[in-house]
């Protein structure tokens, strides 16, 4: 006679924890993915941020030859490196340049 084959009981425990394993790999896989970007990203944006920050840089310092802005504002522009420097720097010049456009000079 043929035996039937005889079944394992479950862990009930480890059944009702899938969903809680499902979401703990899942947001380990969110981070992972983050976290392996390449840097050619950050590089690629920083030399762009850098370029914008270099026109703004011009641009204020040939508006200060003119005396539309004032040489102290402009020269207290360090030119940092670092991204975060540079993106600080680019918000700066940014923020320069709308202020002394809603009141210029006369």
């Known amino acids: 006679m043929l035996r039937k084959p005889r079944r394992e009981r ?3 425990s480890k059944i009702q924890a899938l969903e809680e394993y499902a979401q703990a790999a899942a947001e380990a896989h969110s981070r992972w993915v983050t976290a392996m970007r390449p840097p050619e990203d950050i590089v690629a944006l920083n030399d762009q941020a850098m370029a914008v920050r270099e026109t703004f840089r011009s641009d204020a310092t040939a ?3 003119r005396g539309l ?3 102290e504002q ?3 522009f360090k030119g940092l490196v670092g991204y975060k420097n540079v993106g600080f720097d680019v ?3 940014a923020n320069l340049m709308r202020d002394c456009w809603l009141s210029p000079r006369s």
């Open 10 to 12: 479950l862990d009930q």
């Open 63 to 65: 508006l200060a030859n």
């Open 69 to 71: 802005i004032a040489r």
């Open 74 to 76: 402009v020269v207290a």
């Open 91 to 93: 918000i700066d010049w």
